[in-house]
C-alpha cells in the first residue's frame, strides 16, 4: 500500500522568504508519480508540479521546484520569493505504480496536508 | 470551457435521505474520480472509472455507489445517508497519458 507522510501541520513564512513543505512517501512500485497541490481558503485543488519517479531532474514550475531525493523516498516542495497568495493548504499526493500489464489508473493518494501562512 | 464541474454545490440530507451527485467534464477525460475530503485529512478515493461504463471501488467506497453512463459525466449515490458522509466531495478528470487530475470546485455535503 502506499502512505504519503507530510509531518508539518502548519508552516509560517515571511513574504518573499523561501520555504519549504515536506513530504515522504512509502510504496513498493518502480514506477510512480509525485503531485503537489495547493487548496485556498475558496476549497479548489489547483495543481502545483508533478515528478515521475524515472525524471531524473527535478521538477520546477515559476516559483516552485520539486526537491525529489528518491533514495530517501521524500519529495518536498520549495516556494521562493513567497506572496501573500501562497497562503493556503499544500498537500503532496502519489499516483499508484504501472500494475500488471504495464496499466496505471491513476489513483492517488493523498498526504493529510501542511498549511502555509504567509506573513506581510 | 466549463472544465470539470459539480452539482450541486452545497446540499443538507437527513439521516436516511438519498441523492446523487453529478460531476460534469467537457475535457474530453476518459478516466474519472471521486474523492472525500474530511477535516484535517487529505482526500480519500470513493470511486473511479476508466471510461464510459466502468467503474471500480477506491479506497473508502462503502456507502456508496456510482454510474458511468456517458463519457462526460460520472455520477455518485448516496443510497442511505449517514452523519459520517459528512464531508466535501471532489470529482476528478484525466486523459489517457496525463498524469495531471482536473479538480471540480466540490460539493459540501452535511448529513443531520
Known amino acids: 500500500a502506499q502512505k504519503i507522510t507530510q509531518t508539518q501541520p502548519g508552516m509560517f513564512v515571511q513574504e518573499k522568504e523561501a520555504v519549504t513543505l515536506d513530504c515522504t512517501y512509502d510504496?513498493?512500485?518502480?514506477?510512480?508519480?509525485l503531485f503537489w497541490y495547493k487548496q485556498p481558503s475558496s476549497g479548489e485543488m489547483i495543481f502545483l508540479i508533478y515528478q515521475g519517479s524515472y525524471d531524473e531532474q527535478n521538477a520546477t514550475e515559476g516559483r516552485y521546484s520539486l526537491n525529489f531525493q528518491k533514495a530517501r523516498k521524500s519529495a518536498n516542495l520549495v516556494i521562493s520569493a513567497s506572496q501573500l497568495g501562497d497562503s493556503a493548504m499544500y498537500f503532496c499526493?502519489?499516483?499508484?505504480?504501472?500494475?500488471?500489464?504495464?496499466?496505471?489508473?491513476?489513483?492517488?493518494?493523498f498526504g493529510q496536508g501542511t498549511i502555509l501562512t504567509v506573513h506581510p | 470551457n466549463a472544465g470539470v464541474t459539480q452539482t450541486p454545490k452545497f446540499r443538507v440530507l437527513k439521516t436516511g435521505q438519498s441523492m446523487t451527485l453529478l460531476c460534469a467534464q467537457d475535457m474530453n477525460h476518459e478516466y474519472m474520480y471521486w474523492y472525500r475530503q474530511d477535516p484535517g485529512m487529505g482526500l480519500r478515493l470513493i470511486h473511479y472509472?476508466?471510461?464510459?461504463?466502468?467503474?471500480a471501488k477506491g479506497e473508502v467506497p462503502d456507502g456508496y455507489n456510482v454510474s458511468r453512463l456517458k463519457k462526460q459525466n460520472f455520477l455518485l449515490g448516496l443510497e442511505s445517508a449517514a452523519p459520517s458522509q459528512t464531508s466535501v466531495y471532489f470529482c476528478?478528470?484525466?486523459?489517457?497519458?496525463?498524469?495531471?487530475?482536473?479538480f471540480g470546485p466540490g460539493t459540501r455535503l452535511t448529513v443531520t
Open positions: 499526493a502519489m499516483r499508484e505504480g504501472l500494475g500488471a500489464g504495464g496499466t496505471s489508473y491513476g489513483k492517488l493518494t
Open positions: 476528478a478528470g484525466r486523459r489517457t497519458g496525463q498524469y495531471e487530475q482536473y
Open positions: 472509472s476508466v471510461g464510459e461504463g466502468t467503474t
Open positions: 510504496t513498493s512500485d518502480q514506477s510512480y508519480g
